[in-house]
């Protein structure tokens, strides 16, 4: 018997050491639970375990208070369940000012509640919940902007002017940059490899919450995000990286839930990185300006995304591509597949060009954004204020556009502008205002089988002006319907109807006084 409770004792011993390889309790390392700042003891802890070659950094149960901290290769960070980890809301624990991006600007500034730079091998995982108190911050920014007359400037300021001589951005940007005051990121790995983000509930952001820039390998799965009405709190925003997945993610926010970017302007052909090889799959998106966006900073190029399996509820937009004149880059191979959307305050869907900014026709030059190749399929949306919205520019029209099996039900339709080789398949599009599709000053469109289930009297389904090359076919109202199509316009040309039953049609076409007589072939 007391060789066999030796051997136990022994096995124990040994099952403990193993257990306890390489995992650093951050109770047993000069840190508490009690709510005490204890970053110091956080940092030396990381510091501890990278010279062994890596670790983790356990927080049990409990509530720990923290400033900024600086992760290294090989290092986890592990939440138990219970566990509550705060960061301070002293401005100075976020110093001193390092390498960061801020809304695709490389410059210096405050350091991420989380931070990591040329670093691999980085996860925060677990059942705990980490939050930002970025109150403080949201604060300093609503002073800034409030104020009716000149503020004297705060030692931050002067800090970041002192920091950032030279630094150009478009006028435009100077608004923002003249705040001269740039809240951080709750995590941003910056020319990182394998980053794990995987079980935590983040809350509470000062700005931008997952914010990887220039990092390939990045994976984001089982994470909850929450933050309240506040300003450009986004969820996830993958920026000038490759190999993205992002995965079982629940996501309520102040602004956009996920967004894809990858630099801003000049600075951002610059570096010229893009990103491509995402994922975006099993996604919940609640409260938040769109529910995945790509752009408006997307000068580096944004290639190669999948977007499925999510739900958007009660998010001012679905999906939104946005860029404007004077970024550059190219946002291409887009797929977007098995969506469902509800309540959406503002458009389901929006291509645009002409983002926060309105500017006029130019050479094309390296600053002319490009969007081609986008491909939406299987979407049901109800209660949207408006279907979608494609809105190109005049000397780069939208490319190369698909959207089949979608069936919305909204205030209003689809409308087109400026783009070329649009495709619409199976496509019931039902509005209580105006045509269910507008399209102008396009070309190369299809029309196949697009149509409404709730026609309006004396308003036509379809609306054409000054479009070319047009097939429209295998449509079948099954409602009474007034106005099937109306077409206008002196560029309005080779239309063609195929394979369209009108029964229930009272005016098939309704041509307008400017359109050509051999523009409609029937």
Known sequence: MKNILIILCFITGLNTAFANDGWLNILNEGGNNKGIKCTQAIQNAIEKASKNGGGTIFFPAGEYLTGALTLKSNITIHLDSGALLKFSENFDDYLPYVEMRYEGIVMKSFQPLFYAKDVENITIKGRGVIDGQGKAWWNEVYRIETAKEPLPPTKYQTMWEEQNKGLYTEPYYKRTVDKKFFRPSFFQAYNCKNILIEGVTFQNSPFWTINPEFCDNVTVTGISIFNPHSPNTDGINPSSCTNVH??????????????????????????????????????????????????????????????????????????????????????????????????????????????????????????????????????????VNKAGQILGITEMPIQNITFSNINMDGKEGFTVNTATDVEFHDVKVNATIGSSFKISDSKNVILDNAGSSTPIKNVPVIKLDNVSNVLINNNFPFNATDVFIEANGKETKNVFLKNNVFNNVTTSIKKGKDLEKKAITE
Do not use: Q
């Not at 951002?268 to 300006?289: D, F, P, Q, W």
């Not at 880059?329 to 305050?345: P, T």
């Not at 002409?354 to 399929?377: A, C, G, L, Q």
């Open 246 to 383: 992002i995965s079982n993610c629940h996501i309520s926010v102040g602004d956009d839930c996920i967004t894809i970017k990858s630099g801003r302007d000049g600075d951002g052909r610059k570096y010229g990185k893009a990103t491509e090889n995402v994922t975006i799959t099993n996604c919940t998106m609640l409260s938040g300006h769109g529910g995945v966006v790509i752009g408006s900073e997307m000068s580096g190029g944004i290639k190669k995304i999948t977007i499925s399996n999510c739900v958007f509820d009660g998010t001012d937009r679905g999906i939104r591509i946005k860029a404007a004149r004077g970024r550059g880059g190219v946002v291409e191979d887009i797929r977007v597949d098995n969506i469902v959307m509800k309540n959406i305050k503002e458009e389901a869907i929006v291509l645009s060009l002409f983002y926060d900014k309105d500017t006029k026709v130019e050479p094309v030059t390296e600053k002319t954004p490009i969007f081609r190749n986008i491909h939406m399929s299987n979407i049901t949306a109800s209660n």
